[in-house]
């Protein structure tokens, strides 16, 4: 028996006009209403919220594939992570030591029509001269459209900095005539990174693995394995023990530099390589160009006649 009963506020068939344009709902809290009179039998999902979910999919596969398409075409505008252009001034021709030939296609993919660029940025207190010693390589490959830019992280640049890529072409407008972009951006950074497709790649860090990336673009890589291990330490040792070590790291690394160019013209024998890039820019961001030994001033000087070097020398002076 219950304690008490309390009167019913509103009567039960409590009619409320309600506006045309929206959607009527049955009375839950009406008597004897069944809740379960309106939904499917045997679990079958209603056809309206399937065919809902299935416009929702192709929308969103729709949105996916327009900011693939929009991150390629934001290349052939402008370039991101840079606030001022800055490219101008000459670069002295060279001709290559490589003669291999590459396909871009079967290197870096097929071309979709948006021009594939190497943005770079580095830190302008540490400019990569194996870099643009590459740089110069493969300008002599291929058709690049190179540019120089400034991030608002840095104040100022010198002008040789600004200048290291080589004048602006006079296609530049026109970026489906190029088959490579190389932009670098001097920007305040740790460490030198690398950003090639944003969409299915890492950003490659560090000068030397960057290095590596640009040296196999012209398929002069050694195809003995042993050959390509002692390229391979060749430039960890640069880069651990003549750039970043220390004054007795420096002598040691000298010291074996010289001993090796002492029984071949280059590091890895009679040909030109990768090593000889990156070992030879460490030498020469380490100012040992006078001290160093007879064999190693031979070396840098055989480097110098290339012509490949010609836009790392105005950086150190």
Known sequence: MPMYKVKPV???????DLPTCMYKLPNIHAQGMNCGE?????????PALKALEERQDEVLRRLYELKATVDGLAKTVTTPDAD??????????????FRATADLDSLLGKDLGALRDIVINANPAHPPLSLLVLHALLCQRYQVLSSVHVHSSVSAVPPPLLSCLGPRHIDSYARQ???????????????????????SMYPIEGEANVARFLFRLLSAEPQDPVLATQMDCWIDTAV??????????????????NSALGRSPWLLGQEFSLADIVCACC????????????NVQRWLQSCQNLGHFDCVYPLLQ
């Open 10 to 16: 509103s009567p039960a068939d409590i009619k409320i």
């Open 38 to 46: 309106h939904a499917l039998q045997n679990g079958e999902v209603d």
């Open 84 to 97: 001022l252009d800055a490219s101008t001034l000459s670069r002295g021709p060279a001709e290559s030591v």
């Open 177 to 199: 005539r190029f088959q490579l972009g190389f932009t670098l951006i001097w920007k305040d950074v740790s460490k030198l990174q690398m950003k090639f497709n944003t969409q």
């Open 240 to 257: 651990f023990q003549l750039a970043e070590g220390g004054s007795k790291e420096r002598a040691v690394t000298l010291r074996s530099l």
């Open 283 to 294: 030498v020469l961001r380490a100012g040992q160009t006078t001290s160093a030994p007879a």
